[in-house]
């Protein structure tokens, strides 16, 4: 049982480009998140989804989309990535509002 | 909105002593779910255990425990006979019952076991 998986591990991006985190998870889960952590700070909800085909923002939207077409999968797009937006990204997942269960984290660095 | 703040950025105890890990909460609901999650240097976020605020029984899991006091809202983390395994930042979270949009985090307590 692989849980949450959040492909790429680490990413570098130049100013201005694009590029999508993907995340899957084999739980059958129907509530999805994408966090951001930035140094020194707790983590914050960018987007969420409460099943296929919903979609919500949360508290940093800003930059970001999200689309979620299956039960699994709910990947993150950057367009135009700014420096500001060097962070470690976080997939959860829960079944409704238990605990959530994470990936490993991307680590992204905008330069 | 909800809001969790852990007063320690540091904490630092000695291999097989007993530390606490402090977090207050702000909210004006009555039922919501706490949480404690640790996150070791290899970044995965692991949860260490979970309180639900209409329990009044504190919640243990083996060697951690939690002192839940809802009416001052606090929720506390015990790690008792500290291992050097334990080292790593806790985050405290919180979660409205029926709420979709996920957890409210703390900004974590680094903490250190000294062997």
């Known amino acids: 049982n692989a849980g949450v998986t959040q492909t790429p591990k680490f990413r570098i991006l130049k100013i201005g480009q694009s590029m999508t985190l993907q995340c899957t998870q084999d739980?059958?889960?129907?509530?999805m998140y994408w966090y951001r952590q930035d140094p020194g700070m707790g983590l914050k909800l960018i987007y969420y989804?409460?099943?296929?085909?919903?979609?919500d923002k949360g508290e940093v939207p800003n930059g970001y989309n999200v689309s979620r077409s299956t039960t699994e999968d709910f990947p993150l797009r950057l367009e135009l990535a700014a420096p500001s937006q060097t962070s470690v990204y976080f997939c959860?997942?829960?079944?409704?509002?238990?605990?959530?269960?994470f990936g490993q984290g991307t680590r992204l660095t905008v330069v | 909105a909800q809001t969790v703040t852990q007063s320690q950025p540091e904490m630092s105890v000695q291999e097989a002593e007993t530390v606490t890990l402090s977090c207050t909460y702000d909210t004006s609901e009555s039922d919501y779910y706490l949480f404690w999650y640790k996150q070791p240097p290899s970044r995965q976020m692991i949860l260490v255990i979970r309180q639900e605020a209409y329990k009044q029984q504190n919640a243990t899991e083996n060697r951690f425990s939690v002192n839940f006091q809802k009416a001052a809202k606090s929720f506390s983390l015990k790690i008792s006979d500290s291992q050097l395994g334990d080292a790593a930042m806790y985050f405290c979270?919180?979660?409205?019952?029926?709420?979709?949009?996920?957890?409210?985090f703390g900004k974590g307590t680094h903490l250190i076991i000294q062997p």
């Open positions: 989804s409460v099943g296929a085909g919903i979609t």
């Open positions: 739980m059958n889960h129907n509530y």
């Open positions: 979270a919180y979660r409205s019952r029926g709420g979709a949009d996920g957890l409210t």
């Open positions: 959860a997942s829960s079944y409704q509002e238990t605990e959530a269960f």
